[in-house]
């Protein structure tokens, strides 16, 4: 069973920078998305970014995060990273990474990140 394991969150001041990554056990044939989704205390779950693999589509970003957050992934070790510069407090929540193939999708189970002064 692949498990994806998160590593990076904690606590930043506003204005700071966090490099979120998240790694798969052991490959994963025909991923074809990587996804970080978040999700703060009373809220829904939120996408912040989105990477296709293998071609076709491009790189998106919620409006909140575009020029500030970066997603990348290491095809070769099997893992996804998020660069998240200047941050907020309104960047406070819990990140997941998502690997997603045509009929699967993978979870991390989530890292903390707190903006705070």
């Known amino acids: 069973q692949v498990q994806l394991v998160e590593s990076g969150g904690g606590l930043v001041q506003p204005g700071g920078s966090l490099r979120l990554s998240c790694a798969a056990s052991r490959s994963i044939f025909s991923i074809n998305v990587v996804a970080w989704p978040r999700q703060a205390p009373g809220t829904q779950r939120e996408l912040v970014a989105l990477m296709p693999v293998g071609g076709g589509g491009s790189t998106n970003y919620a409006d909140s995060v575009k020029g500030r957050f970066t997603i990348s992934r290491d095809g070769a070790k099997n893992a996804v990273y998020l660069q998240m510069n200047s941050l907020k407090p309104e960047d406070t929540a819990v990140y997941y990474c998502?690997?997603?193939?045509?009929?699967?999708?993978?979870w991390g189970q989530g890292t903390q990140v707190t903006v705070s002064s």
């Open positions: 998502n690997f997603r193939t045509r009929s699967l999708a993978y």
